[in-house]
């Protein structure tokens, strides 16, 4: 049996872990802390606090940390946005009714995590323990295999597993035959070994099915992809013949007429549950990328040029040149690496810069708070 909070992703049978089942670091010793705690998980995050669910549709609110509350400060210096929770999060809680309050944060195992524009370097953390990634692509003038590939950097990052779901198989197939089989094939050639890539019919709750063997009880899945790549399509076929707007869920408000609100995470018929937090479309390097776990190839070439800071431009010896020119290494692919380096570069100085302006934030309110005892205390 199913348990309420394995259907919103909760990983072990019962409330607590039992011998044999595997504890994500660091939750072991808090379980132990709190002996007289219950998980929950985080299902909306509000300026004034969190609302959390023990159950699908069952969300209440629960007081936090005094740490996190001042989390909005962040630019006053305040907590790293990212150490308080966020949708996905598991947390232990204790009390009951109005008076329920979180007391620990149980580490999470994995997150999606993107670049948020804008004037301020932002790191945004869009999901929390997160164990799939459905990375969405048409297949019409969206299919892209570099946008893919930048996507799965990413996914990976965070610790998710990405699938790649190629939607509109149906059409593409109609306009001409062996259209996805050479799709799939053209994402075969990026080299990305092991990677699942799932043809669907968006529209046809039976062709989805081949998704199911990641959508078991007790795993999180969450969608990316851009705008009419078939999300919202792929999520109502997702929860059969149930139909309803993506994460929306109609309930009665409490002069009991039928109200539609937005759900970040929401429980779907096969066990698994959903989070479809909004904004979760395009996603930025963060800056704490690895390009090289997707680019494995092109960095084994790299090694064997001739000067070890090569930049494959002009110098002699380049391999990564020579594969380019004999055909071994697609030219278009390593412009992509270098696309990509760029960018992850660049964030990672925005993101280096960011903690250097935090640190000395914080020795200026310790030498503050120094000098305010001192007045106070004297000297000591
Ligand atoms: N034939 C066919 N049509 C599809 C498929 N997937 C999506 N569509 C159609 O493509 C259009 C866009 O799909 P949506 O599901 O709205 O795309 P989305 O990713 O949710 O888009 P945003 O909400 O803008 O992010 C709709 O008209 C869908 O009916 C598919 O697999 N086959
Ligand atoms: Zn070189």
């Known amino acids: 049996m199913t348990s309420a909070l394995q259907v919103i992703g909760w990983p072990f049978v019962g409330s607590r872990p039992i011998a044999g089942e595997t504890v994500p670091g660091g939750w072991a010793v808090l379980f132990i802390a709190h002996p007289g705690a219950r998980p929950a998980r985080i299902v909306e995050q509000h300026r004034s606090g969190y609302v959390v669910a023990e159950a699908p549709d069952d969300g209440y609110p629960a007081e936090s940390l005094p740490e996190w509350q001042r989390a909005g400060n962040y630019r006053k210096g305040g907590i790293d946005p990212e150490s308080r929770p966020a949708v996905g999060d598991w947390v232990l809680v204790e009390g009951e009714g109005g008076a329920a309050r979180i007391v620990a944060l149980l580490p999470r195992y994995s997150a999606v995590k993107r670049a948020a524009a804008g004037e301020h370097y932002k790191q945004q953390l869009i999901a929390a323990n997160v164990d799939t990634v459905f990375v969405v692509c048409g297949l019409d003038d969206d299919f892209n295999p570099r946008r893919i590939e930048r996507y799965l ?145 092109i960095e084994a070439l790299a090694a064997t040029c001739r000067f070890r800071d090569c930049a494959h431009g002009k110098e002699p010896g380049c391999a990564v040149r020579a594969a380019i020119e004999s055909g071994v290494l697609d030219a278009e692919r390593f412009a992509n690496y270098r696309k990509l380096s760029d960018e992850v570069a660049g964030a990672a100085a925005t993101l280096a810069e960011r903690r250097v302006e935090q640190k000395a934030r914080g020795r200026d309110q310790s030498r503050t708070l120094n000098r305010r005892l001192d007045e106070k205390y004297g000297r000591h």
């Open 153 to 297: 950097l990413l996914v990976r990052s965070g610790g998710a597993e990405p699938v790649v779901v190629l939607t509109k198989a149906d059409r593409a197939e109609a306009g001409r035959q062996g259209a996805v089989a050479d799709a799939v094939a053209g994402l075969g050639d990026l080299g990305l070994e092991g990677l699942a890539v799932v043809p669907v019919n968006a529209r046809d709750p039976s062709s989805v099915d081949a998704l199911a063997d990641w959508l078991h009880p007790g795993r999180t899945v969450v969608l990316v992809g851009s705008s009419g790549a078939g999300k919202s399509t792929l999520t109502n076929s997702l929860f059969g013949n149930e139909r309803m707007k993506t994460g929306a869920v109609r309930e009665r408000d409490s002069r009991g007429r039928h109200t539609t609100t937005h759900r970040a995470l929401v429980a779907l018929p096969s066990g698994a549950c959903l989070i479809d937090t909004p904004g979760m479309r395009e996603l930025k390097p963060t800056g704490e990328e690895d390009v090289t776990e997707n680019f494995s190839d």
